[in-house]
């Protein structure tokens, strides 16, 4: 059994990108999502049939990786984002080892894969490399594929995508190819052609493709051997070719694998450093979830919520978005830990993006176009924008924790003008008079439209960050009218957003005719919302009586001590009797009150939990079942490992 599965299911043993190619290997080691140029967009492997297979012929019998008979180890063994896979089947007598990576300089995916011998006699061993690709993320049926005798390639090509499929075994090329169909006209994929120990060798074919390559071993008794494997993408086959040849002409797979080791060993010098304060059993799952919060990141900006596609399943669309939202907590730890250029392009991508009014949609494709929304312009008859306001606020609060950090004239030349000046005069303007808080939007969660006590907290902190930028800039006329208005929506959040009946803060307020309906729901973002952007003081009678709340609502099983994200939260819930699956971002947000609180015995419950129900890879979900022990995956999640960060980060503090 995989030791993943331990954890409960979770869809991918582990990611590796280079901020333009991303792949994404399943729980059978097989290729599961392979995104390019994009990371995010253009999944040309997403969907059935397109699992990139591995198989072995030995001793006239076939075993795919996925038929059961093969046990799984996976982990990050190398400081680096290089996964590793131990596949072993006892029924064969054969292990396989994967080292698997993205370049960092080039868009290619290695494999550098062990192939051992257990038992105590010479045999003729066959590895099959399968290979299917839809394109573009297309289901038009009109890919290509073709053999190369030139390179001693296979080509996959569509439009301005191309793949080159090529591999090494003791210095020479595969032996055999074949190329054929699946999917369409009856044909259940070429990988079959595999299972006999031998390829008919087709060598080319149009419309929905496949190909599988052959390397051949005669290995002595408890011998092994290594088949560097590796799929070089390009925007043309001219350059999926370059990039080919710059393996053979800088030495090998090899040494691009450990260059690649060394670049993210530099990479991760702040992360490491910081790690070294934290007690040992902690050190690990920080260091690797800050490189996975760096695969999560497009070259570009673009921040996922999430690379993995697993929602498909059962949801009309996966989390291969940014949602300035996500994007913002993101960037925060990274920013605490001494990062730099991640922020600056998420900024540079975000003002790029950002509405000629000054504010943020939804959520955006990496390419920065607007993603799919369930966001209306009418409301109950009232036309208002389809966004949630705290998205643009975020923005305006995490940039003016970057100046503090990292004071530049040349930033505030760069932002203020362009996107600092236009948010905060959105979120000055965008206040009801009848409350004297922001308007109604959609809360953080996506499903409400209503003035929550969260995006009230994000919005007021905004407007406080955006007047000391103005106040650094010499801007005094704005700063003064930003903080005036700062100072009204306290005011009025003071007044009108705590819930004496419930000892809580509101979920939110909305005003109907001359009536102000309130949601009673209890809601953890409103009171880690209200705590982490200063709306209410720590040590408000406020904020004490609603983590009373928490506890007395919430937190039943103290041995695994999660929180929802508010009460009865249906989302991929399967049992009635809980308030919800727990969320790690919202128990996280718990931990960081604790660690403030100074109860750092409580904290490290939490803390302990989430590394214990995280992965061998320590990938973290969105949720937790308490009921199954399972985590919920899209994982890994970007926003959870960003909260474990800045945890640990609190905790070293």
């Given at each position: 059994m995989?030791?993943?599965?331990?954890?409960?299911?979770?869809?991918?043993?582990?990611?590796?990108?280079?901020?333009?190619?991303?792949?994404?290997?399943?729980?059978?080691?097989?290729?599961?999502?392979?995104?390019?140029?994009?990371?995010?967009?253009?999944?040309?492997?997403?969907?059935?049939?397109?699992?990139?297979?591995?198989?072995?012929?030995?001793?006239?019998?076939?075993?795919w990786?996925?038929?059961?008979?093969?046990?799984?180890?996976?982990?990050?063994?190398?400081?680096?984002?290089v996964?590793?896979?131990?596949?072993?089947?006892?029924?064969?007598?054969?292990?396989?080892?994967?080292?698997?990576?993205?370049?960092?300089?080039?868009?290619?995916?290695?494999?550098?894969?062990?192939?051992?011998?257990?038992?105590?006699?010479?045999?003729?061993?066959?590895?099959?490399?399968?290979?299917?690709?839809a394109?573009?993320?297309?289901?038009?049926?009109?890919?290509?594929?073709?053999?190369?005798?030139?390179?001693?390639?296979?080509?996959?090509?569509r439009?301005?995508?191309?793949?080159?499929?090529?591999?090494?075994?003791?210095?020479?090329?595969?032996?055999?190819?074949s190329?054929?169909?699946?999917?369409?006209?009856?044909?259940?994929?070429?990988?079959?052609?595999?299972?006999?120990?031998?390829?008919?060798?087709?060598?080319?074919?149009?419309?929905?493709?496949?190909?599988?390559?052959?390397?051949?071993?005669?290995?002595?008794?408890?011998?092994s051997?290594?088949?560097?494997?590796?799929?070089?993408?390009?925007?043309?086959?001219?350059?999926?070719?370059?990039?080919?040849?710059?393996?053979?002409?800088?030495?090998?797979?090899?040494?691009?694998?450990?260059?690649?080791?060394?670049?993210?060993?530099?990479?991760?010098?702040?992360?490491?450093?910081?790690?070294?304060?934290?007690?040992?059993?902690?050190?690990?799952?920080?260091?690797?979830?800050?490189?996975i919060?760096?695969?999560?990141?497009?070259?570009?900006?673009?921040?996922?919520?999430?690379?993995?596609?697993?929602?498909?399943?059962?949801s009309?669309?996966?989390?291969?978005?940014?949602?300035?939202?996500?994007?913002?907590?993101?960037?925060w730890?990274?920013?605490?830990?001494?990062?730099?250029?991640?922020?600056?392009?998420?900024?540079?991508?975000?003002?790029?993006?950002?509405?000629?009014?000054?504010?943020?949609?939804?959520?955006?494709r990496?390419?920065?176009?607007?993603?799919?929304?369930?966001?209306?312009?009418?409301?109950?008859?009232?036309?208002?924008?389809?966004?949630?306001?705290?998205?643009?606020?975020?923005?305006?609060?995490?940039?003016?924790?970057?100046?503090?950090?990292?004071?530049?004239?040349q930033?505030?030349?760069?932002?203020?003008?362009?996107?600092?000046?236009?948010?905060?005069?959105?979120?000055?303007?965008?206040?009801?008079?009848?409350?004297g808080?922001?308007?109604?939007?959609?809360?953080?969660?996506?499903?409400d439209?209503?003035?929550?006590?969260?995006?009230?907290?994000?919005?007021?902190?905004?407007?406080?960050?955006?007047?000391?930028?103005?106040?650094?800039?010499?801007?005094?006329?704005?700063?003064?009218l930003?903080?005036?208005?700062?100072?009204?929506?306290?005011?009025?959040?003071?007044?009108?957003l705590?819930?004496?009946?419930?000892?809580?803060?509101?979920?939110?307020?909305?005003?109907?005719?001359?009536?102000?309906?309130?949601?009673?729901r209890?809601?953890?973002?409103?009171?880690?919302?209200?705590?982490?952007?200063?709306?209410?003081?720590?040590?408000?009678?406020?904020?004490?009586?609603?983590?009373?709340?928490i506890?007395?609502?919430?937190?039943?099983?103290?041995?695994?001590?999660?929180?929802?994200?508010?009460?009865?939260?249906?989302?991929?819930?399967?049992?009635?009797?809980?308030?919800?699956?727990?969320?790690?971002?919202?128990?996280?947000?718990?931990?960081?009150?604790?660690?403030?609180?100074?109860?750092?015995?409580?904290?490290?419950?939490?803390?302990?939990?989430?590394?214990?129900t995280?992965s061998?890879?320590?990938?973290?979900?969105?949720?937790?079942?308490p009921?199954?022990?399972?985590?919920?995956?899209?994982?890994?999640?970007?926003?959870?490992?960003?909260?474990?960060?800045?945890?640990?980060?609190?905790?070293?503090?």
């Amino acid at each position: 059994m995989s030791t993943i599965e331990l954890v409960g299911y979770m869809a991918r043993a582990y990611v590796l990108s280079n901020g333009e190619l991303h792949v994404g290997i399943n729980l059978t080691g097989f290729v599961h999502d392979f995104y390019y140029p994009y990371v995010g967009l253009e999944n040309h492997a997403a969907g059935l049939g397109l699992r990139h297979k591995i198989g072995v012929w030995v001793d006239d019998i076939f075993s795919w990786l996925d038929d059961g008979n093969w046990n799984f180890e996976f982990s990050y063994p190398y400081d680096a984002l290089v996964g590793h896979t131990k596949a072993t089947n006892s029924r064969i007598g054969i292990i396989l080892e994967f080292d698997d990576t993205v370049d960092n300089s080039i868009s290619v995916f290695m494999r550098n894969i062990h192939v051992i011998n257990q038992l105590s006699e010479k045999r003729d061993i066959r590895l099959f490399m399968h290979q299917a690709f839809a394109i573009g993320d297309s289901r038009s049926n009109t890919d290509t594929a073709q053999y190369l005798p030139g390179t001693s390639a296979i080509l996959h090509y569509r439009g301005r995508r191309a793949f080159i499929v090529a591999g090494r075994i003791n210095g020479l090329p595969f032996d055999q190819h074949s190329i054929g169909l699946f999917g369409i006209e009856d044909h259940q994929g070429t990988w079959k052609d595999a299972e006999d120990g031998d390829l008919a060798g087709g060598n080319v074919e149009h419309g929905r493709v496949d190909s599988v390559i052959r390397f051949k071993f005669d290995l002595a008794p408890h011998d092994s051997g290594r088949v560097n494997y590796w799929i070089a993408a390009g925007s043309s086959m001219r350059e999926a070719l370059y990039v080919q040849k710059q393996i053979d002409l800088q030495g090998g797979m090899d040494d691009r694998i450990h260059s690649t080791t060394a670049w993210w060993h530099k990479w991760l010098e702040p992360a490491r450093i910081k790690s070294e304060k934290l007690p040992l059993e902690y050190r690990q799952s920080f260091v690797d979830s800050v490189m996975i919060i760096k695969s999560q990141i497009d070259i570009r900006g673009a921040i996922m919520a999430s690379t993995d596609t697993s929602l498909l399943n059962y949801s009309r669309d996966a989390y291969t978005y940014c949602w300035p939202r996500d994007g913002g907590f993101v960037i925060w730890p990274l920013i605490r830990l001494g990062y730099q250029d991640e922020a600056l392009r998420f900024f540079a991508f975000c003002k790029k993006t950002m509405h000629p009014d000054g504010y943020l949609m939804h959520k955006y494709r990496a390419d920065g176009a607007i993603g799919s929304s369930w966001h209306p312009y009418i409301h109950d008859d009232v036309v208002g924008q389809p966004i949630q306001e705290d998205e643009t606020a975020l923005v305006v609060f995490i940039f003016n924790e970057f100046y503090k950090k990292f004071p530049s004239k040349q930033i505030l030349n760069d932002y203020y003008q362009s996107m600092i000046l236009p948010m905060a005069n959105f979120l000055m303007n965008y206040v009801d008079p009848r409350t004297g808080l922001p308007r109604p939007s959609y809360d953080l969660w996506e499903e409400d439209f209503i003035t929550t006590t969260y995006t009230t907290a994000v919005v007021r902190a905004a407007l406080n960050s955006a007047a000391e930028i103005a106040e650094s800039i010499g801007d005094k006329d704005n700063a003064v009218l930003w903080k005036t208005s700062c100072d009204d929506i306290t005011q009025a959040a003071k007044r009108k957003l705590f819930n004496k009946n419930r000892n809580y803060f509101y979920h939110g307020i909305n005003v109907k005719g001359k009536d102000i309906l309130k949601s009673e729901r209890i809601d953890s973002s409103a009171l880690f919302g209200s705590y982490i952007f200063g709306l209410f003081d720590s040590d408000s009678s406020e904020i004490k009586a609603s983590i009373q709340t928490i506890k007395d609502i919430f937190i039943s099983y103290p041995e695994q001590p999660g929180i929802p994200r508010y009460e009865n939260d249906n989302y991929r819930r399967e049992h009635s009797e809980i308030s919800g699956n727990w969320w790690y971002i919202c128990s996280l947000w718990y931990a960081q009150y604790l660690i403030a609180l100074g109860d750092e015995k409580s904290a490290e419950n939490i803390i302990n939990w989430t590394i214990n129900t995280s992965s061998s890879t320590h990938l973290i979900g969105e949720q937790y079942d308490p009921l199954t022990g399972k985590s919920v995956a899209p994982a890994p999640l970007s926003w959870s490992h960003a909260e474990l960060v800045s945890t640990l980060i609190d905790y070293v503090s």
